[in-house]
């Protein structure tokens, strides 16, 4: 008669936790309301909810559940119920090893690239170095396939914690609080770890090698993840506009339409 009335899919190594404890925190609240309204003696009243409460408790032991259905609906309950840390959220921009820097870093930073010969002027503009494209890519290559959080944590110029979120997505950088927190997509985290480690065999001074990586980025031409040829297009387009108000126009960037994420924002 037992085995007949046990549902051995909601009980023993199948027990469905949020059913029992539902289920148990209606039985102790219908044996409290009968203790406190049911008419008649003291005794008596808890003389049936005493019997209520073994009945109660030893079909949930051999069911799991009393109310009818509650498999379907308990655990949702449970879950919605419970709190819930909130999920990290990236920050629109796609963030670099340096940080923020100002306008003489940004010429200084320029001048040493020049002089090294990791870029050359062209009449007006800037062009890569063909060797430096070639080692900086082999580069990115090599260090997606490695262990990308030690990779960002060596290649930073100071004493910072690395720690990979959103299941590889992004690798946040902080130097100790979350107002110095600094969101990398991988793409970004590849490619800025990479450059400073090609900078090297140019005999750039370190901190000018991170400084100088973020932006190099402008010279990527193919994705540094997963090698589909980058795509200039506008942030809103590709993945989420960076403009402060709904009013801005949207970033002009370079992005992968694969992985659907910005390299460099111009």
Not at 140 to 163: K, P
Not at 218 to 236: G, I, K, N, Q, Y
Request: with cysteine; net charge negative; proline share 6%.
């Amino acid at each position: 008669m037992i085995d007949g009335l046990r549902k051995s899919e909601y009980t023993g190594e199948n027990r469905c936790w949020p059913c029992t404890v539902l289920n148990t925190s209606i039985l102790l609240l219908a044996c409290a309301g009968v203790t406190r309204l049911l008419s008649g003696s003291r005794s008596r009243r808890f003389g049936v909810a005493s019997a209520l409460g073994v009945v109660g408790g030893a079909g949930i032991a051999l069911r799991g559940y009393l109310v009818p259905g509650t498999p379907q609906f308990a655990p949702k309950l449970v879950s919605a119920l419970s709190p819930t840390p909130q999920p990290l959220q990236p920050p629109a921009e796609p963030g670099s090893l340096a940080g923020e820097s100002d306008e003489e870093t940004g010429e200084r930073a320029l001048s040493e690239l020049l002089d090294a010969g990791v870029v050359h002027a062209v009449g007006e503009s800037l062009q890569l170095d063909e060797r430096f494209r070639t080692d900086w890519r082999a580069e990115m290559e090599s260090v997606r396939e490695g262990d990308l959080e030690a990779a960002v944590r060596a290649a930073s110029s100071s004493s910072v914690s690395v720690q990979s979120v959103d299941s590889g997505a992004y690798i946040v950088v902080s130097a100790g609080g979350v107002e110095t927190e600094r969101w990398l997509s991988r793409p970004v985290a590849i490619a800025d770890v990479a450059a400073v480690r090609t900078l090297a065999e140019f005999d750039i001074d370190r901190d000018v090698r991170v400084q100088s990586a973020s932006a190099l980025r402008a010279f990527c031409r193919d994705c540094p993840v997963c090698d589909t040829p980058l795509e200039e297009t506008s942030a809103d387009s590709c993945c989420g506009s960076g403009s402060s108000t709904p009013l801005d126009a949207p970033d002009d960037v370079l992005a992968c339409p694969e992985c659907d994420q910005r390299v460099f924002t111009f």
